[in-house]
């Protein structure tokens, strides 16, 4: 017999009470199970490569290239985060995304993990717009990437995780980004840098005031891109 609330049960019934109860799946420290998010995206990314190598119009609609930004084709700003220009580009970039997303995306839970992919792949964008010479175009996840691996340091160091491998590989990305002419600087520093920011915000929002907190960091990111963007669009339209 056992003890039980309500007096004593045969070992028999016990057994079959907790087959009864539904057994919770592991969670990580801010939720997420299986990493759907970050399939979707390599999905997303292969299928719209497939689609520029059997169009070259789709690459001529949707790169980012500055002066369509500045007549109105705002949307290039994140459609040119799906493109790559050759099958090096967009292998290097899946793998990454491969590695470092999963884990991730379990950390963050899956809706954190998109807006941080998504404004780390805009933050690239937008410091191509500021910075970038006007009639070269540029594309590729990169900038999201790079912003992934800014969040795997800022989430790492929050759950006592070993953060070394993750420095080792910013560091020797930085050096191959500044070291290549053809690489874009802007776009690698731009995500990194919004990667980092945005992570901060939802890794350390204090609990009581997690959603507050990180809403409020998503949509302020969101304002500072579209001053960014409002003010480099009068300068360039300006210039024309």
Wanted: with cysteine; glycine share 8%.
């Amino acid at each position: 017999m056992r003890d039980a609330a309500v007096g004593h049960q045969c070992a028999e019934c016990v057994g079959e009470g907790a087959r009864t109860v539904r057994q919770p799946k592991p969670r990580s420290r801010f939720g997420g199970h299986t990493p759907w998010v970050t399939y979707v995206l390599v999905a997303v990314n292969v299928l719209a490569f497939i689609a520029q190598t059997a169009s070259r119009q789709v690459e001529v609609e949707f790169t980012m290239w500055s002066p369509a930004v500045a007549h109105g084709e705002l949307y290039r700003l994140l459609t040119s985060a799906f493109l790559h220009s050759g099958i090096a580009h967009i292998g290097f970039n899946m793998f990454a995304l491969f590695v470092v997303g999963p884990p991730l995306e379990i950390w963050l839970g899956r809706l954190r993990y998109s807006a941080l992919y998504l404004l780390s792949a805009l933050g690239g964008s937008v410091l191509v717009y500021l910075f970038s010479p006007l009639n070269v175009p540029t594309e590729g996840a990169s900038g999201a990437i790079f912003g992934l691996f800014a969040a795997t340091f800022v989430v790492a160091r929050k759950v006592n995780v070993d953060v070394k491998w993750v420095v080792a590989m910013i560091v020797i990305n930085l050096v191959i980004t500044f070291s290549v002419p053809s690489i874009s600087w802007q776009g690698h520093l731009g995500g990194l840098i919004t990667g980092g920011v945005v992570a901060a915000a939802y890794a350390y929002a204090p609990r009581e005031r997690a959603i507050a907190v990180q809403v409020g960091a998503t949509l302020a990111v969101l304002v500072v891109f579209t001053a960014l963007v409002s003010w480099r669009t009068s300068e360039l339209l300006a210039l024309a």
